[in-house]
Nanobody, 115 residues
Framework: QVQLVESGGGLVQAGGSLRLSCAAS????????MGWYRQAPGKQRELVAT???????NYADPVKGRFTISRDNAKNTVVLQMNSLKPEDTAVYYC?????????WGKGTLVTVSS
């Protein structure tokens, strides 16, 4: 089992920045990929960004150039730096980890961007 705990959400004005962090614990060996997803009210959960053990990064088009994902393997954390936030970025952000073909999820952290 893998436990994921997110932190760093909150309320910010449009154009501002927030930094989300996710700490992994438990059976963290063999985690091949970590990332962030989000779910806005009334919408399906969607990809934000992922990063593999080898450092390959994938961003969803709406966040390219504004968000940056990074990973500290020694600390078993993944960070999402979000800049130039827009009201449409408002959502619950979930940390995810894939290990041995199984996806694990955190409980989520709320990000609210006011206009």
């Amino acid at each position: 089992q893998v436990q994921l705990v997110e932190s760093g959400g909150g309320l910010v004005q449009a154009g501002g920045s927030l930094r989300l962090s996710c700490a992994a614990s438990g059976s963290i060996f063999s985690i091949v990929r970590m990332g962030w997803y989000r779910q806005a009210p009334g919408k399906q959960r969607e990809l934000v960004a992922t990063i593999t053990n080898g450092g390959s990064i994938n961003y969803a088009d709406p966040v390219k150039g504004r968000f940056t994902i990074s990973r500290d393997n020694a600390k078993n954390t993944v960070v999402l730096q979000m800049n130039s936030l827009k009201p449409e970025d408002t959502a619950v952000y979930y940390c995810a980890a894939r290990r041995v073909g199984v996806d694990y999820w955190g409980k989520g952290t709320l990000v609210t961007v006011s206009s």
